[in-house]
């Protein structure tokens, strides 16, 4: 496989791994248990649409933000942000949250305000375009550019919406045990991806610090 090829299939995995969509699809049925299978799609393609265009504006400009208006060097970032990952992954493989509760008796308009509320927050955000996700996608800017980092983006994001539009035969295939199962690994994957990004961060640091 070529190299450049190898970074991407690479970066996918990683990026996929944080973003998680099979391991929250536990939660995300939780939070439109009262909807139909139809509506139930809807609203988790607009979750996906709102949280692609997020985390591309992140890719676009999340650098330049860093650089130019906060001043801080992409290893200070890269070794903050892998601490991040790393506090995210072992957070979510001791803490289950609980999903909000629809409220009883309310018209259809107003549920239907309220699903499309949960579509923006918290499915787009923070749960598929969470910290450890902008974190990441800035950090692909940063070393491969504004390409390679909205091309990570789209491949992720369009498997997240396919894997999303089966959510309920998939959730009904891995049963409780196997959904537990797969989000367990993946937090364990977000852990060494943050690992990997502090140890990228402390090398590119001490480099510079020998260089000079």
């Known amino acids: ?94 803490v289950t949250g609980n999903p909000e509760e629809t409220i009883p008796g309310q018209s259809k308009e107003m549920a239907s305000r309220h699903y499309q509320a949960v579509a923006v927050s918290p499915i787009a955000c923070p749960l598929l375009a969470g910290p450890g996700t902008i974190v990441t996608v800035i950090l692909f800017q940063g070393q491969h550019g504004h390409f390679f980092a909205i091309s990570v983006c789209t491949v992720v994001f369009a498997l997240t919406m396919l894997i999303l539009s089966f959510a309920s035969r998939l959730s009904r295939l891995m049963g409780p045990i196997g959904m537990l199962a797969v989000a367990r690994i993946m937090q364990i994957f977000i852990i060494a991806i943050g690992v990997h990004f502090m140890f990228m961060g402390l090398a590119e640091a001490f480099t510079k610090i020998f260089v000079s």
């Open 1 to 94: 496989m070529d190299g450049s090829l190898l970074i991407f299939f690479q970066a996918v995995l990683s990026l996929f791994a944080i973003v998680d969509p099979l391991g929250g699809l536990p939660v995300f049925i939780a939070l439109t248990r009262d909807l139909g299978e139809q509506e139930r799609r809807r609203i988790f393609r607009l979750a996906v649409i709102i949280a692609f265009l997020l985390i591309v504006i992140f890719a676009l400009v999340g650098s330049y933000v860093m650089q130019h208006v906060f001043h801080i060097a992409l290893s200070e970032f890269a070794f903050a942000g892998g601490l991040l990952l790393v506090v995210v992954g072992i957070r979510e493989m001791i």
